[in-house]
């Protein structure tokens, strides 16, 4: 047998040809050369030998399935024609397994756990330069916390996904190996820090060492893993063994509330008893969403039944009664992080009357901006977790407790959680007025960000070889610009054209506050939203893609950024040849490009990638009153708009009600022709949809890779 000249199969079914003792899942092979030659002559039987065989069979073309000889391998690798074919069935796992190389990181499932580690070799255990098919492909794996190796197949292999460049950063909830414990623990990244060359990641944790609630530990970044990396689907949860916790009051039928990794989840215990390969008692629920795993079985067997995708069972202590329908409050509030709503749920949850955040004295400024940051965006909730000086943590405490938990819990926040929020602001110090008089949301979400919880200003623009960290980014134009109607993305790379700025990095958040001669007196009548903000020219050291031809760029010609030729593609870059092209143009003789950034090792003809920023919110000002606009979703017509003062019950003794409500009016004239859009009056159009145009004041943009929840 050769690899290199035969042809492999497997047999999917019993056939003509085929003896008795031979199974479906059987792996055999023919020679290339033969293979055609029966081909050819039309044969209906092909003459195989099955893999550690002499003997020749001939046997029905139907029951055969091509293999590749690396797949060949790995299933010769299984222990029985059962499993081969299983696997051969699934596909998934085997399609993973052939992409693997040495060196990857993955995990392995040994008695019944997943232990992380790197592949070391791939291969037959007996080193052979070409696959053994006889002896199967097998994996040598080194497990992390130790140095321990293991030979598994590939069913016990999952590829882990391939670290991004900051694979953790701040603010990422974690898996992690603390001290080289071999069982995973979880917990959200607070610091990093380089200690005697090593990067070190300071965690607080789910659970510290003796199991109680809160802790934190330091552990060297290689043994930390971000959470939605984590291949497991049912141990997001609490992982403390399991206990008599409020397992008296936990009974069949009973609502119970669970505690996953993206927040808790509501269901009804259909099942109580112990599983195979568990230790304790497990409860079978079948939640209200489907945010499960199963339809009621495990492991092949049903112990109840549900819909699809409902079904999940968890450890007994993970579960607490669900009293908040009978006593009207919120189960373990404090203890939980809510994640944001998300697309399918924002017209159950979000939209309507006392939706939102409810506004008083003056605090249109305060929700809008609240609202537009957390209710469906988690770029900003390192805020609610980052460790704060000790007089501030109320403050920190007051942000997630009583506004942000509530807002994605229940879509409503009390006028008196905000006006909390306010008074311990005045009483630390920070302005006298804050209770009383209104505020720019500029000014709240820099005295949040800065110098409350000291959080790192997510962008750094370089100028001039000096680079200058800010919160936000005021638009200014300079008097030569020669826009009319323009978009997100033209008002930026304008004003970065004019203040000859650039970006540092990628900003996870990036908050742009419109051209306005102050609040009452705008630059433009119209601004069109821009979904996506690219701002891959907007990088100081990034790779660049030629205008012309989309291969790497080598020069930058900062003199054709108004070149009328050009005028809708901002910064431009070009290759050499390319260059020398645009170049040779009489008008553009004069022009002296500059040389572009270009990676060490990058191909030529490799167009570099695009860096680009997410809409999801836009706060608006009208008359000294703030109001804001969600892009919730990926549509045209996903569009929230929210006012913390919609309307009001009662005149003194009264107070104000929020509104929420689906906009979707805004796609028309996002689609409209721009000559047309340009001649529309603002009286003419929608009043929604005027507001979004018209009364834009910061547009909020965050990095995709940003999202503390997946």
Request: with cysteine.
């Amino acid at each position: 047998m050769d690899p290199t000249q035969d042809l492999f199969f497997i047999i999917t079914e019993r056939g003509e040809g085929i003896p008795t003792y031979i199974q479906p899942g059987t792996i055999c092979y023919i020679n290339e050369k033969r293979y055609f030659d029966e081909v050819s002559a039309e044969s209906p039987m092909l003459p195989v030998k099955w893999l550690g065989s002499h003997f020749e069979h001939r046997v029905q073309v139907d029951c055969l399935h091509p293999l590749c000889a690396v797949k060949a391998a790995l299933l010769q690798a299984l222990d029985t024609e059962e499993e081969r074919l299983d696997a051969f069935l699934k596909k998934e796992a085997l399609e993973a397994a052939a992409d693997l190389k040495e060196g990857s990181p993955v995990f392995v499932e040994r008695n019944g756990k997943l232990r992380q580690g790197t592949l070391r070799y791939i291969g037959s255990r007996n080193r052979t330069v070409f696959p053994d098919c006889t002896s199967g492909t097998f994996f040598r794996v080194e497990l992390q916390g130790g140095g321990e190796e293991v030979w598994v197949p590939f069913t016990c292999l999952r590829p882990a996904p391939e670290a991004p460049e900051a694979p953790v950063q701040e603010g990422d909830r974690v898996i992690f190996f603390p001290d080289q414990e071999k069982r995973a623990r979880r917990g959200m990244v607070i610091e990093l820090k380089k200690t005697n060359g090593e990067t070190m990641a300071f965690i607080s944790t789910d659970r510290d060492e003796q199991g109680e609630k809160g802790g934190a530990v330091t552990v060297p970044i290689n043994y930390v893993l971000k959470e939605e990396y984590h291949p497991s689907d049912m141990e997001s949860m609490d992982t403390t063994d399991p206990g008599t916790v409020n397992g008296s009051s936990i009974i069949l039928h009973s609502r119970v509330r669970v505690k996953l990794g993206k927040g808790p989840e509501y269901g009804i215990v259909r099942w109580i008893g112990q599983l195979p390969g568990m230790d304790g008692t497990r409860v079978g629920l079948e939640l209200d969403k489907k945010t499960g795993v199963n339809d009621g079985t495990f492991m092949n067997k049903r112990y109840f039944t549900c819909p699809p995708k409902q079904g999940l069972f968890v450890k007994l202590s993970s579960c607490s009664p669900d009293i908040s329908d009978t006593q009207g409050c919120d189960v373990d509030a404090e203890s939980e992080t809510v994640p944001p709503i998300n697309t399918e749920d924002v017209k159950r949850l979000l939209v309507g009357r006392m939706k939102g955040i409810q506004g008083h004295c003056n605090s249109c400024y305060m929700d809008s901006a609240l609202f537009s940051l957390f209710s469906c965006s988690s770029v900003l909730d390192s805020l609610l977790f980052k460790p704060a000086d000790p007089k501030d943590q109320p403050i920190q405490r007051t942000l997630l407790m009583d506004i942000v938990n509530p807002l994605r819990r229940k879509g409503f926040v009390e006028a008196g959680s905000v006006m909390k929020l306010r008074k311990q602001l005045q009483e630390r110090g920070y302005c006298p007025t804050f209770t009383t008089h209104e505020k720019d949301p500029e000014e709240f979400l820099s005295l949040i960000m800065n110098k409350i919880l000291s959080l790192e200003p997510p962008i750094k623009l370089c100028s001039g070889g000096s680079i200058q960290s800010s919160f936000c980014y005021q638009i200014f134009l300079d008097e030569t610009h020669n826009l009319i109607l323009p978009t997100v993305q033209q008002l930026i790379e304008h004003s970065f054209y004019s203040g000859n700025l650039k970006l540092a990095e990628v900003p996870s958040c990036l908050i742009l506050q419109m051209p306005r001669f102050g609040k009452n007196f705008k630059m433009f009548q119209k601004i069109i939203p821009s979904f996506e903000l690219d701002i891959t020219a907007l990088i100081s050291d990034g790779p660049q893609q030629c205008l012309l031809c989309g291969g790497l760029a080598n020069e930058e010609c900062v003199e054709c950024f108004r070149d009328p030729a050009f005028s809708r593609n901002g910064f431009k870059y070009f290759c050499h040849t390319c260059s020398s092209q645009v170049h040779s143009h009489h008008s553009r003789k004069s022009h002296r490009p500059s040389r572009a950034f270009v990676p060490d090792g990058w191909l030529q003809a490799v167009a570099p990638p695009k860096d680009k920023m997410e809409l999801f919110a836009v706060l608006c000002i009208d008359t000294s009153h703030y109001v804001s606009f969600l892009k919730y979703g990926p549509n045209t017509t996903d569009w929230a708009f929210f006012d913390s003062m919609s309307d009001r019950e009662g005149e003194t003794d009264g107070y104000n009600i929020p509104e929420v409500r689906l906009c979707p009016e805004v796609a028309r004239y996002l689609h409209m022709p721009l000559t047309q859009l340009a001649h529309l009056q603002p009286r003419d159009m929608d009043d929604v949809a005027k507001r979004l145009f018209c009364d834009a004041y910061m547009y909020l943009y965050q990095s995709p890779s940003a999202s503390l929840y997946h």
